[in-house]
Nanobody, 127 residues
Framework: QVQLIESGGGLVQAGGSLRLSCAAS????????MGWFRQAPGKEREFVAD????????FYEDSVKGRFTISRDNAKNTVSLQMNSLKPEETDVYYC????????????????????WGRGTQVTVSS
């Protein structure tokens, strides 16, 4: 089992950067692929990025590719999302999530594929 806690959210100006972190507890972290999602009030939760168990593979939603970087440190039980050139429309609650199903390759996975979720951290991008 995996428990996840996000941190690093806050207020940033458009064009600025934030680094989100997700701390995982549990002895199965290294067996879990990880993802980041985001959600605005009244909107559906959107996929952002995914990373494989080893960290060797990553996958990004098209709108963030080249600006966001997902990474993980299995020794520290953390996964991060570096966000650069942030836009006001990316004001959302950001969630980290873990996949423990058979599919280990990084890629797009719907939210139902993720077994565990953090509580989210608010990111606000001002214009």
């Amino acid at each position: 089992q995996v428990q996840l806690i996000e941190s690093g959210g806050g207020l940033v100006q458009a064009g600025g950067s934030l680094r989100l972190s997700c701390a995982a507890s549990g002895r199965t972290f290294s067996n879990a692929a990880m993802g980041w999602f985001r959600q605005a009030p009244g909107k559906e939760r959107e996929f952002v990025a995914d990373i494989s168990q080893s960290g060797g593979g990553t996958f990004y939603e098209d709108s963030v590719k080249g600006r966001f970087t997902i990474s993980r440190d299995n020794a520290k039980n953390t996964v991060s999302l570096q966000m650069n050139s942030l836009k006001p429309e990316e004001t959302d609650v950001y969630y980290c999530a873990a996949r423990t199903r058979f599919n280990s390759a990084a890629g797009y996975y719907p939210e139902d594929e993720y077994n565990y979720w953090g509580r989210g951290t608010q990111v606000t991008v001002s214009s």
